[in-house]
């Protein structure tokens, strides 16, 4: 076991928490925040939404089923530091191949354990999410503060192109396929593989292209519809993803994810803001307006689309989060167009909104004459 050492998370504001390291050694700076789910940690880690940020869990014991190779929501972890009150000392599970701490350190990801994880939350809760410092190389409080008060912020920092891939893909996997009945191309602002799942399992063939792949290449792919994918960062500095949608408005049908439901906020004239510590967690309850339905949904953003600048009598608000009533759900009267903020695809979380993929395929069915 290797030796745990001191470590200090210092946010912006002058708050100190002071804890014992897991993971890789180091100082990693980011936005603080916490998420409510009592497990799903591998995925938290591995979710690209989360880059640049510092994660909390607030459920006291994490690690206790270990890491394995499946439960991935990319390449690589996402986040810059990860906070926990309690690591399991032990890891029992059938698929497990490493320890929690090991996996930290073998990505270089900074852990900090020993934290008094529900003073962390209710400060954020009450001060909002903030930027912060987590290390293991210094101890001096008021020189961590300091950096954590010149780190960059999330406001106007585009993410995505640090995320999104490089050159185009085609998604495949072991799981079988139903059959190839649609083409979807997945714009990725980085898309979480679940999403890439469930959609190859509906029976679409999945073509994954960056970021900045204009409107007229995608056309070119002939695909029967467009997956707008979850991503990092503030989605009023990314125009260009949001003129590549306004050119494929009415062209295909569009499903947006997260940031995708941002991004078509935007596209059909609207505005986005940032939530004061924002929605992360398994147990978020979502209204579906036309029909009263509440599901509770798996959430992670720290942004939402201003449902009072949607004035267009095209768009319909469709779901509302009945914890502070923001606008979760939208779709286009016209064109075969419709978002949500949450994660339908869950990884980790709930099932209830897995409905909406079959809506998308219906869509493309429609759209298609299929």
Same mark, same amino acid.
């Given at each position: $076991?290797?030796?745990?050492?001191?470590?200090? #998370?210092? #946010?912006?504001?002058?708050?100190?928490?002071?804890?014992? !390291?897991?993971?890789?050694?180091?100082?990693?700076?980011?936005?603080?925040?916490?998420?409510?789910?009592?497990?799903?940690?591998?995925?938290?880690?591995?979710?690209?939404? %989360?880059?640049?940020?510092?994660?909390?869990?607030? %459920?006291?014991?994490?690690?206790?089923?270990?890491?394995?190779?499946?439960?991935?929501?990319?390449?690589? +972890?996402?986040?810059?530091?990860?906070?926990?009150?309690?690591?399991?000392?032990?890891?029992?599970?059938?698929?497990?191949?490493?320890?929690?701490?090991?996996?930290?350190?073998?990505?270089?990801?900074?852990?900090? /354990?020993?934290?008094?994880?529900?003073?962390?939350?209710?400060?954020?809760?009450?001060?909002?999410? &903030?930027?912060?410092?987590? !290390?293991? /190389?210094?101890? *001096? /409080?008021?020189?961590?503060?300091?950096?954590?008060?010149?780190?960059?912020?999330?406001?106007?920092? *585009? #993410?995505?192109?640090?995320?999104?891939?490089?050159?185009?893909?085609?998604?495949?996997?072991?799981?079988?396929?139903?059959?190839?009945?649609?083409?979807?191309?997945?714009? *990725?602002?980085?898309?979480?593989?679940?999403?890439?799942?469930?959609?190859?399992?509906?029976?679409?063939?999945?073509?994954?292209? +960056?970021?900045?792949?204009?409107?007229?290449?995608?056309?070119?792919?002939?695909?029967?519809?467009?997956?707008?994918?979850?991503?990092?960062? *503030?989605?009023?500095?990314?125009?260009?993803?949001?003129?590549?949608?306004?050119?494929?408005?009415?062209?295909?049908?569009?499903?947006?994810?997260?940031?995708?439901?941002?991004?078509?906020?935007?596209?059909?004239?609207?505005?986005?803001?940032?939530?004061?510590?924002?929605?992360?967690?398994?147990?978020? +309850?979502?209204?579906?307006?036309?029909?009263?339905?509440?599901?509770?949904?798996?959430?992670?953003?720290?942004?939402?689309?201003? &449902?009072? !600048?949607?004035?267009?009598?095209?768009?319909?608000?469709?779901?509302?989060?009945?914890?502070?009533?923001?606008?979760?759900? &939208?779709?286009?009267?016209?064109?075969?167009?419709?978002?949500?903020?949450?994660?339908?695809?869950? !990884?980790?979380?709930?099932?209830?909104?897995? %409905? #909406?993929?079959?809506?998308?395929?219906?869509? $493309?069915?429609?759209?298609?004459?299929?």
């Amino acid at each position: $076991m290797r030796l745990r050492v001191k470590a200090i #998370l210092a #946010l912006e504001d002058g708050r100190i928490f002071r804890g014992k !390291s897991f993971g890789a050694p180091g100082e990693r700076t980011g936005e603080v925040v916490f998420n409510t789910s009592m497990t799903g940690y591998q995925e938290i880690l591995t979710d690209p939404s %989360y880059k640049s940020q510092i994660v909390t869990m607030t %459920y006291p014991l994490i690690g206790n089923y270990g890491v394995n190779d499946e439960d991935v929501e990319s390449s690589r +972890p996402q986040v810059e530091g990860f906070v926990i009150k309690e690591l399991s000392k032990i890891t029992s599970n059938w698929r497990s191949r490493w320890g929690l701490a090991d996996y930290l350190h073998k990505n270089n990801v900074v852990g900090i /354990e020993g934290i008094d994880t529900r003073a962390v939350t209710k400060h954020i809760r009450n001060s909002g999410a &903030m930027k912060a410092v987590i !290390s293991t /190389e210094c101890l *001096d /409080e008021g020189v961590l503060v300091k950096r954590a008060q010149d780190a960059p912020g999330l406001l106007g920092r *585009d #993410l995505v192109k640090e995320v999104t891939c490089k050159e185009p893909y085609q998604w495949s996997e072991c799981e079988a396929n139903p059959g190839t009945r649609f083409k979807v191309v997945a714009l *990725d602002c980085g898309v979480k593989l679940n999403i890439i799942r469930k959609l190859y399992q509906a029976g679409c063939e999945v073509t994954v292209v +960056p970021a900045r792949t204009p409107a007229k290449e995608i056309i070119g792919l002939n695909a029967d519809g467009l997956l707008l994918s979850n991503g990092p960062g *503030d989605p009023a500095a990314v125009p260009y993803v949001v003129e590549t949608v306004k050119g494929l408005l009415g062209k295909m049908p569009i499903f947006g994810i997260c940031f995708g439901h941002q991004i078509l906020g935007q596209a059909f004239g609207g505005k986005t803001y940032k939530l004061k510590f924002g929605h992360r967690g398994g147990n978020q +309850p979502v209204k579906d307006l036309a029909t009263g339905k509440v599901s509770i949904t798996s959430q992670n953003h720290g942004f939402c689309v201003n &449902m009072e !600048s949607i004035t267009s009598d095209q768009i319909e608000l469709t779901h509302i989060n009945l914890n502070d009533q923001t606008l979760e759900g &939208m779709r286009h009267k016209q064109h075969p167009v419709f978002s949500v903020q949450y994660h339908p695809e869950a !990884s980790p979380g709930p099932n209830d909104a897995d %409905y #909406l993929f079959k809506e998308f395929i219906q869509l $493309m069915e429609r759209f298609s004459g299929a």
